[in-house]
């Protein structure tokens, strides 16, 4: 409870400078083309550091931080929900279906078989890190893609296909981690409780599938009805925000029914995906976005624990090897059929940033506790979302400029 007038005031103030600094730093980082998730990361921890000079952050104005980092995972999710394409991927399984097998099998096994034994960690700090590593952050690439007017590219839309594909991989393999940690903190051995975590998984799983069985019946059936309700509002702008209220209130019942905020958000955002065309992302949800999203990149930074960041150095540099070498080579070598040695090599490194979905991973995990993501492990991951991101789109650029790709359309005009 804010208790005090200066404490409200110095909160206003934090999250006001806090806005300020985070689209300032968007803007500038953009033009030098690095994701403003890396900026809004580095701002969390300066104002950690500062915090350490001065004692400004107080139980209350943590709290309302840690809220504020809330609202954007459920932004975050719900937009990436909402702009996936359910049927274009089905579509696409055959062909996009074998490559994210690929490069989230090598992934997942490579970043538990890195944090197990290069790094001593125990099983569960593991698995969070070989879950992490499984997703990506397309996001990142595409952006490059998009400046070089590859993205309608036939290998930007296999890019865009798997992309999709590991992230809902993603949230659904941390849903199922979150319901297995405990039974697994608690065994004695990993043998012992096998039974107890195989039927835990197996529960959530089934009542996972029963949560989004009825989201997808109210997206076929209630969607376009309720859409077509909410046009009807005085002004057509506010259609996206009717639109947003909803997905938070599915996000809500998720959290009730023992699920998370983002799983709720990203079977939201589904449930308007349905009809494209019908429910868009226009500027009123866009400053929503805006908003929001920042605060949970911040939240990142302000879990950071100076006296282990360095500690968290090495362990990224362990965690950054993996993280390259198997998104290059899980993506890159089930490419190589369809999309040619250079396709597949500009798609396994598109494959590579690490940001939205690792980071909820690693933050979720923090919040479980020491025993489930170690200050060590949270900071290794920071170091490798930061040094994917920067790294990338640099290098992207350069090889987008001297193996250009030509769009479906324009491939088309030519034959």
Known sequence: MLHSGHTLSLLVLLVGITVLCALLLKGWLERIHIPGAVGFMAL???????????SFLSSDVEAVFAFLAQVGVVVLLFRIGLESNLRGLVRQLPRAGLIWLGNVGLSGIGGYLVARFVLGLDIIPSLFAGIALTATSVGVSMAVW?????LRSANGELLIDVAELDDMSGVGLMAILFALAPAIH???????ILPQAASTAGAFVVKLLGFAAVCFVLSRYAEEPLTRLFKRARHPETTMLLVAGTGFVIAAVAGWLGFSLAIGALLAGLFFSRDPEAVKVDTSFESIYELFTPFFFVGIGLELDPQSALGGVAAGCALLGVAILTKLMGTGVPALPGAGRVGAALIGLSMVPRAEIAMIVMQRGRQLGAWAVPPELYAGMVFVSAATCIAVPWTLSVLLKRWPQASSEDSACAA
């Open 186 to 192: 608690g065994g004695s051995n990993t043998v012992s």
């Open 44 to 54: 969390g921890f300066a104002i950690r550091l500062l915090d350490g000079r001065w």
């Open 146 to 150: 998009r400046d070089k007017k590859a």
